[in-house]
């Protein structure tokens, strides 16, 4: 009997498929990382804890961004990382600004007996009523 020259070939890799594109590059894992703490540090700032994370993803974007310039991969996330990181940083900041003005001008509220108390003079008080 003859042999069977029905058998599938062998497995021919996806990028070799069609013709004219590139093999796959390496990831660019300092652009995801900034991505991901810009995005969280966004989501956070207002709790004051974004400003940290924006400042992580920061530095990891600018560092990815060489990368991305000679491998050609992730050089949109390592931007988006910079730009949402340099948000949290400025949004929490700004939080944190805010904050303490409220505090500079409630402290006289801070020893109330009751809730009522003082919203009545927090009300007072930025009101100047």
Request: net charge positive.
């Amino acid at each position: 009997m003859a042999p069977d020259r029905t058998a599938p070939a062998e497995a021919v890799p996806a990028w070799t498929a069609s013709y004219g594109t590139r093999p796959p590059v390496a990831g660019n894992g300092p652009a995801v990382a900034a991505l991901a703490l810009g995005v969280t540090g966004l989501c956070t700032s207002v709790l004051l804890v974004g400003g940290l994370l924006g400042a992580l993803g920061l530095v990891l974007g600018v560092a990815a961004l060489p990368k991305a310039r000679r491998t050609g991969a992730g050089r949109g996330k390592a931007l988006t990382g910079v730009v949402t990181s340099l948000l949290a940083i400025a949004l929490s900041v700004l939080s944190a600004f805010l904050l303490a003005w409220y505090a500079q001008h409630t402290q006289e509220c801070y020893r109330p007996d009751s809730l009522r108390q003082y919203e009545q003079c927090v009300r007072q008080q930025l009101t100047g009523k």
